[in-house]
């Protein structure tokens, strides 16, 4: 598949009143055409900010793109003009935002935030971009879209609004979306509908999708390759196939051994991950989960932070792994 975006060596740092806070430090990762690819990592690890500074939607201040590439259809959108970004964000890369009643304009009509878009990105007449908004709210589940179009954010539900969103990220036909947690604020069945919802449009469009997400379920129905990030950083890197069954970081062991299994006793209980994750403002030495990680030898704080890869297409940072022993099992 023909590369789409390329991220490269990407450093978003923060400045603030208690020092430098490195939220993504020196990240790399790719997507082609059509692929479906996952950021993967607890809360705080800087999943969310690098899909922020894909689009150069980071606040400045305090956040700051020190460093790296963008590339994106061949042109580093790091080097784009604001008003050149302007054209890029919703016609080519769209984005589904976590919180729906924060990002939709509490202001405005639902029709208004669909019409605008299409109006600026692909020169619609107001009448044109409402009749495809109307067109839009159906297709993505929304009753009584005619009557519907006219309402406000607050009159809809979690789901409702989420379903707002997809629409709006569609809207323009984007080459690739970015999907940050679309299904945190609804329930297990309203989440797989949305999910469907956005695998249908991907599909159809043959758009790009990044999914950045916690729920390693979701990760293993619809990526086809997974990024896992800890600490501003990216540990392990392969297919959800090689992350899944042969994880090759103590970090992705420990998420995969954190989530439910069908086939054990209800009564085992969940193993977790000791610790806490590092300060971001100032991280440890080496890799930054060697003081949570009980596989950890001294070459983890002081040997070289990098990834390796450790069969065809499957890379890590851990220097256990690198040696070829891997100690950790999650069956």
């Excluded at 969103?165 to 999907?179: Q, R």
């Amino acid at each position: 598949m023909a590369g789409l975006l390329e991220v490269r060596n990407l450093k978003t740092y923060f400045y603030t009143q208690d020092g430098v806070v490195k939220a993504v430090d020196d990240v790399s990762f790719n997507v082609s055409e059509g692929e479906t690819i996952a950021l993967v990592g607890e809360s705080g690890c800087g999943k969310s900010v690098s899909a922020l500074s894909v689009l150069r939607l980071i606040q400045e201040p305090p956040g700051k793109i020190l460093a790296g590439e963008i590339l994106f259809g061949g042109k580093d959108l790091l080097k784009l003009s604001r008003q050149e970004m302007q054209k890029v964000r919703g016609a080519e890369i769209a984005m589904i935002f976590q919180e729906p009643l924060t990002s939709l304009n509490p202001v405005l009509t639902i029709g208004r935030q669909l019409t605008e878009t299409m109006e600026l990105h692909l020169g619609m007449t107001e009448e044109q971009a409402k009749q495809e908004a109307i067109k839009l709210l159906e297709s993505v589940g929304i009753p009584h879209a005619e009557r519907r179009i006219r309402d406000y954010p607050h009159h809809f539900s979690g789901g409702m609004r989420q379903r707002v969103m997809i629409a709006m990220a569609i809207s323009c036909a984007p080459k690739l979306i970015i999907a940050d947690e679309p299904t945190t604020a609804v329930d297990v069945t309203v989440q797989a509908q949305l999910l469907e919802l956005i695998r249908k449009f991907t599909a159809e469009l043959n758009s790009s999708l990044i999914m950045i997400t916690h729920n390693l379920g979701v990760v293993a129905r619809y990526a086809r390759r997974v990024y896992v990030m800890y600490a501003g950083k990216i540990v392990e890197h392969g297919t959800a196939l090689d992350v899944f069954h042969h994880p090759a970081h103590p970090y992705t062991a420990g998420l995969l051994a954190s989530v439910p299994r069908l086939d054990e006793p209800k009564k085992v209980r969940l193993a977790s991950i000791a610790g806490q994750p590092p300060d971001l403002i100032a991280p440890p030495p080496g890799c930054a989960f060697t003081p949570r990680c009980i596989f950890a030898v001294p070459e983890c704080s002081s040997g070289v932070y990098e990834l390796v890869e450790i069969s065809p297409g499957h890379f890590t940072t851990c220097w256990r792994a690198r040696e070829g022993k891997i100690a950790w099992k999650t069956d």
